[in-house]
Structures are given as C-alpha cells and as structure tokens.
C-alpha cells in the first residue's frame, strides 16, 4: 500500500481560525470583568487595496466580540489633524488598539505618526519602545504579519531552533520584525534585500524561507533547497488576460514539488495577520488593564 503523501500546504485560514477561537474565549472572559476590548483603524486616503483589509478586519473583530470602529481621513488631512486625532484616542478609554494603515500619503511622516501612538495602543507593534524591546527580546506587542507566520513555522515544525531562516526584505512592518522574531526563536538568521550580492545561492542554503518583497514569483523552484519550509507573505494583484487575481512571490507551483511545506496566497500569512490583530488588541486591553495608560495620568 502506498503511504499518504504529506500535507504540503500551510492552511493559513484554517490556523486563523484557530487563533480567533482563543481569541473569542478569552475577549468573553474579559467581558465578565466589565471591560469591552476595542480597536480603532485610521486611514488616510483612498487606497483600494487597503478595503479587503478593513472589510476582513471589521468581520473578524465581529467574529470574536471586539468592538471595532473606523476613521476615514481624506488625502489631503494634514499632519497636525492626524496627530489630533490620535491624542484623542489615546486619551480614550474605551479604544485599547489603534493602527493606522501604511503607507501614508507622502506629505504626512509616517515616524512621527507611529511614535504618537501611545505604545500599549500600538496593535502594530511600530512605536520605537516596542521595535527596541522586540529587538531585547522582550515580550511585547508585537507586529501581527512576522507573529502570525512564527505560529504557522511553529504549527508546521515545532521547533526551530538551529536552522536556518532567510528572509527575503528588509521592511520594518515585515522582513525585520521577522528576523528579530526568528533569532528569538534561536534559527540562524540571513537578511537579504534589493542591494543583496548572490540572493539565490543564500536562499538555497536555507531550512526556511520568509518571502516579503512584492515581487510577483520572484522566487521559484530553482532558489529552494530540497524539503525548505516556504512562507509567503507577498501579496501582489496581478492581471492574466481578462482576469485579476492575487499571487505571491514565490512561484507558487513551482516550489510546491521540492519544498516540504508551503503557504498558498491567498489564504496562508493574510489571515494570519489579522488573526493576530484581534490577538494584539486582547493583550493591548490587558496591558491597559494592569497599567493605566501614560497618556491619561
Ligand atoms: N500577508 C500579509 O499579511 C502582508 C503582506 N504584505 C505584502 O508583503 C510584501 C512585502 O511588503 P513590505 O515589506 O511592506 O514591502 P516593502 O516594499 O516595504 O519592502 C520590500 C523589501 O523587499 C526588498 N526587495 C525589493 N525587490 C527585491 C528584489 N528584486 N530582490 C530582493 N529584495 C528585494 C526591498 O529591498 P530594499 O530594502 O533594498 O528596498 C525591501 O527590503 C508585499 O507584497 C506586501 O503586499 C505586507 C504586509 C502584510
Ligand atoms: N499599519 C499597517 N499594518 C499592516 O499590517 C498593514 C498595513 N498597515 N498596510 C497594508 C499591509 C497589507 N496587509 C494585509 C493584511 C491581510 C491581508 C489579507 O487578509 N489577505 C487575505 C485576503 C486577500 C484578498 O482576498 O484580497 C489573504 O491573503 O488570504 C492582506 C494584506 C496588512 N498591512
């Protein structure tokens, strides 16, 4: 008899859902304790892309109990409104998560915009306190994308500890929160990007590649090695004669016969991520809960 050939595909929903359910236990559970965790998204002008976001965020808030509400800014709202509004939910009680969706538009500091925000607010994990602590090795709220793909390497191998990890990019929402969360996990760790000498040869010594670059299938069966572990975060629309669809940036059927696991896109990292949100706003609201937030005392 011949045995079942294993289960190459990393099953990114079916992890979210996973993810939410505890998510759901326990927002319930603080509920019975008088507090409602809520989260705040802001954004700044009309970007299409970023509407399957927010819809997906606003359904999977719903989906585990946590209040969620929107601020839709024009293009051209100026810096100092922006950083009003965010004073404002700072100061609010009742918003424990705020993220403000990236990029802004280029007339607005993006640094500036993540540093008002208070830090035990910062569902994102952007604020310099916790981009230093993560670097330290602390725990703290942490960015949802590198979190999310930690739990599918987790659920995939179990421990990671020793292998190799390339991560391809260097973006402070991605490739180097990765990296730090890949060290902490003990992997030994390659960071290449865009000035990268050799990109394919690195890749191909690695255990485990992490591709965020949004370059659609820049990485094919020729970059992996035999039995690589393949996270793909990119998320590139792309158009093939009439139709419009999503790919990653690996080549997807490709990779799949040489690697031994692989995230589809979509449906692996993405809802992991916001799987992950709704998981940072629950400990955001807990954070608040043990320590007053600074802004308000
Ligand atoms: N699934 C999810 O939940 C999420 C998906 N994404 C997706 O992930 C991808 C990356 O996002 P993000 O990190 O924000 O992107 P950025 O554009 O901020 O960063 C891309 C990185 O890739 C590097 N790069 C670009 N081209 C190449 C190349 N040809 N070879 C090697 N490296 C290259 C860049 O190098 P350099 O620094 O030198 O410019 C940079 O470090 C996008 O497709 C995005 O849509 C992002 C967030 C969440
Ligand atoms: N402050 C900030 N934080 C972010 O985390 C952030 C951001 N700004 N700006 C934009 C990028 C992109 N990003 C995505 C998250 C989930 C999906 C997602 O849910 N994708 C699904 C569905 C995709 C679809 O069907 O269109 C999937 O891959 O299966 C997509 C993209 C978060 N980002």
């Known amino acids: 008899m011949n045995t079942p050939a294993p289960i190459k595909l990393i099953d990114g929903k079916a992890a979210a859902a996973r993810v939410l359910a505890e998510v759901k236990a326990q927002v319930a559970d603080m509920k019975t304790q008088g507090i409602a965790p809520g989260l705040t998204v802001v954004l700044v002008g009309d970007d299409p892309a970023s509407h399957v976001y927010v819809r997906n965020k606003v359904l999977r808030a719903e989906e585990c109990g946590i209040q969620s509400r929107e601020h839709r800014l024009p293009a051209d709202t100026s810096e100092a409104s922006l ?52 670097s330290q090795g602390r725990d703290v709220l942490t960015p949802c994308t ?12 179990g421990d990671i500890s020793g292998k190799h990890a390339v991560v391809i990019g260097r973006s402070n929402i991605v490739g180097k929160p990765m990296a730090a969360l890949l060290l902490k996990a003990h992997c030994t760790v390659t960071v290449v990007h865009s000035r ?23 990485v094919d069966a020729d970059w992996l090695k035999p039995g690589a572990v393949v996270i793909d975060v990119g998320i590139n629309r792309i158009t093939e004669g009439e139709r419009s669809r ?24 993405g809802p992991m991520t916001i799987a992950f949100l709704m998981k940072n706003t629950l400990t955001a609201a807990r954070l608040q809960q043990e320590a007053p937030c600074p802004s308000i005392s």
Do not use: W, Y
């Open 83 to 134: 950083l009003g509004l965010i004073g404002e939910l700072n100061a609010d009680a009742s918003v424990h998560g705020i993220l403000v969706q990236l990029p802004l538009p280029g007339h607005i500091n993006e640094t500036r915009v993540l540093q008002a925000i208070d830090p035990l607010k910062d569902v994102d994990g952007f604020h310099a306190e916790n981009v230093g602590g993560l």
């Open 146 to 157: 590198p979190a999310g793909c930690m739990r599918l390497l987790e659920d995939c191998m």
């Open 196 to 218: 990268s000498a050799n990109l394919k040869e690195l890749c191909r010594q690695a255990d485990i590649v992490v591709a965020a670059v949004g370059r659609p299938r820049l």
């Open 246 to 269: 999503l790919v990653g940036d690996v080549d997807f059927d490709s990779a799949l016969p040489k690697v031994a696991a692989i995230t589809p896109v979509p449906g692996g990292v």
